[in-house]
């Protein structure tokens, strides 16, 4: 029989729950800032399309593969919370450069060092959940933090647009105000955070030998590269944001998009985590990717702001539904004191097809269009749900063993 949430969410320990409150307050920090960045890379600083699909991509491509270091350190140390915090400090200190940028170097360098800490933080903080979280409670761990991350990353956006109309389109002065609760989210993390005390007489693994790389096993694998089909099949945010900018809605409420896009994504994470420690993964991530097929679908045939609307929703149920999963899923697969590596090899793989699905994106978008670019999302996402339906993937448990 099984549990109220309400049950399991008392069951989850604090450290928990601070981890997802750091993860609300950086993601309202961050948020603040780059659901304004395309607008202001385009329409302040003169880039294309094209130059917003590469810069976004390699941000989010450096985060993804910073990752597989700091994961594979974080088992060598056998601690996780101080490269956790090194992640989250870089990720403060970064925020003031935005303000003070006046071409797009200073925005690509910024973007750069703030996700080289989102990635040295990503998976040790990752690592640190599965640590924390007893494991028939793991999905649902897994789902508070991410729904908790994803109400800041609704908020920053909903903050964004009430500056923007207060100080008439002003990016740079909602840009510094986007500097105090990256602090607040390191302190939290530096105060509010326990970490489980390493075991007495525990061995300390180099994880990056061929015998402990060997443990992770086909499972894990697999999980490795489903997570490289569901990025290449959802390029950046970054183009909802410039689909929403020609739905001819007021440039100030154009982060709107993102604040209905993470509120979807904060209201679904948390009971799609929790299905996902009584259901089979591959089903659920089957109906995500059906899912974002018929998102991309709705934001390919109107530039209509209902039906982008519409598009944006379907996209954030579809976040909802996958990505907590596929972290609960890298858990599962992985052996307890390589869980750092597991991280930091899953998202490198993700950094690299983020990479290259974000620049053919922004390729797209000026050659041929917007509806283009999310048509193409489509017909990928139909391919990488019919792989899915042809390959005998080894199924991981549902809960370790």
């Not at 961050?30 to 659901?35: D, T």
């Not at 870089?90 to 071409?103: D, E, H, I, N, Q």
Request: aromatic content about 8%.
């Amino acid at each position: 029989m099984s549990r109220p949430p309400t049950t399991v969410l008392r069951q989850l320990p604090p450290s928990i729950w601070a981890l997802g409150f750091v993860s609300l307050l950086m993601d309202i920090s961050s948020e603040m800032i780059h659901s304004l960045l395309p607008l202001f890379m385009v329409g302040a600083l003169g880039a294309s399309a094209l130059v917003v699909g590469v810069v976004e991509g390699l941000a989010e491509s450096t985060a993804l593969i910073v990752k597989v270091f700091s994961g594979a350190l974080s088992d060598w140390l056998g601690r996780r919370k101080g490269l956790a915090l090194l992640g989250y400090g870089l990720g403060a200190l970064t925020k003031p450069v935005f303000a003070l940028a006046t071409g797009m170097g200073w925005v690509l360098g910024a973007r750069l060092v703030d996700r080289v800490g989102k990635g040295i933080r990503g998976a040790p903080r990752d690592a640190l959940v599965a640590d924390i979280a007893p494991p028939e409670l793991r999905g649902a761990a897994f789902g508070l933090r991410q729904s908790l991350d994803t109400v800041g990353a609704f908020l920053g956006p909903l903050l964004a647009v009430g500056l923007m109309l207060l100080w008439a389109n002003d990016f740079r002065q909602v840009f510094w105000v986007a500097v105090i609760p990256g602090v607040l989210a390191v302190l939290l993390l530096w105060l509010g955070v326990r970490e489980p005390e390493r075991p007495v007489g525990a061995v300390r693994v180099n994880p990056i030998r061929r015998e402990n790389l060997r443990r992770l096993g086909g499972a894990y694998w697999s999980v490795v590269a489903l997570g490289a089909v569901f990025t290449l099949a959802r390029f950046s945010e970054a183009f909802l944001v410039l689909r929403a900018e020609q739905s001819g809605i007021p440039l100030a409420l154009v982060p709107l998009v993102m604040v209905a896009m993470n509120l979807v994504y904060a209201a679904t994470a948390y009971p799609f985590g929790q299905l996902s420690d009584r259901m089979g993964h591959h089903r659920l991530l089957a109906g995500g990717l059906v899912v974002l097929i018929v998102a991309d679908l709705v934001l390919a045939s109107s530039s209509h702001w209902a039906v982008v609307l519409a598009g944006v929703a379907l996209w954030g149920i579809h976040m909802g539904m996958t990505q907590g999963l596929l972290a609960a899923m890298v858990a599962h697969t992985a052996p307890a004191d390589l869980r750092g590596t597991a991280f930091g090899a899953f998202n490198l793989v993700s950094g690299v097809a983020m990479l290259l699905a974000s620049v053919v994106a922004g390729a797209l978008w000026d050659w041929l269009g917007a509806s283009a670019t999310f048509m193409a999302g489509a017909g990928f996402s139909a391919l990488a749900l019919l792989g899915m339906a042809g390959l005998a993937w080894r199924r991981p448990p549902l809960r370790p063993s």
